[in-house]
């Protein structure tokens, strides 16, 4: 299935901000709530470029809600600026042409076309769909620099289809990137990887992340210790620690509310 923050062919991209500007986000009194119950409670957020931030927090913290409510997929109220522009009350796919970029746990990529024809339909705005699964005689430098930047430089011609689920992962990333995407949020990526695919998924993240905005839900703390720049920790819809992972551990609310169930396995 084809993810919603894919652009269609005949939308533009977001064409990328003047050299120089420093991209943030920047959440204030974010709220959701569903049929009377508040999923995320007046949520404030900062997260700037080349910070990779992780969301983390025990199940129906409203962790996944938070994104859903940035990329237009569920109604809220209060704000959500992206580098100067309120992007909050937008519909979805004028949120993606914003240069906001989602992923899902499973990856949403075309299966049965090659690693090199999703990265250049992911890229081809503005051209017919047959044009777009057209063989051409030459790739487009940008297509051919995510498909490296994502590993799957040596897999051009393989079915996605066939792809691990790390890899599509990346694949779905890397389609992400061709379309100008500065703010990436991304929804447990490293679920279902191998521990060597996981290695490589932070890895990547940490070069994707140094030009970008890049919001990661996580629950594998070991994960989260070793890549993350900083940390913010939901608990009942509402921001309950942020900070270094040090900061966040040291936090004997953050020890009380998840630490101690995730030691356990609970998320």
Partial sequence: MRSPFLLSP???????????????????????????????????????????????????????????????????????????TEILGRKVHQIARLGVGRTFQTASVFENLSVLQNLDIAAGSGRRALELLRRRRKTEPAVEEAMELVGLGHLAEKQAGVLSHGQKQWLEIGMLLVQNSDLLLLDEPIAGMSQDERIETGQLLRKIGASRITLVIEHDMDFVREFATSVTVLAAGKVLSEGSVAEVQADRRVQEVYLGSAKEGGE
């Fill in 10 to 84: 005949d939308e533009p991209k977001a064409g990328g901000l003047p050299a120089g500007q420093h991209h943030y986000l920047k959440i204030r009194n974010l709220s959701v709530v569903f049929d009377g119950f508040v999923a995320v409670d007046k949520v404030n957020l900062d997260v700037s470029q080349g910070d990779l931030r992780f969301l983390i927090g025990p199940n129906g913290a409203g962790k996944t809600t938070v994104i859903d409510a940035i990329t237009g997929l569920v109604p809220a109220s209060g704000s959500v600026n992206h580098t100067g």
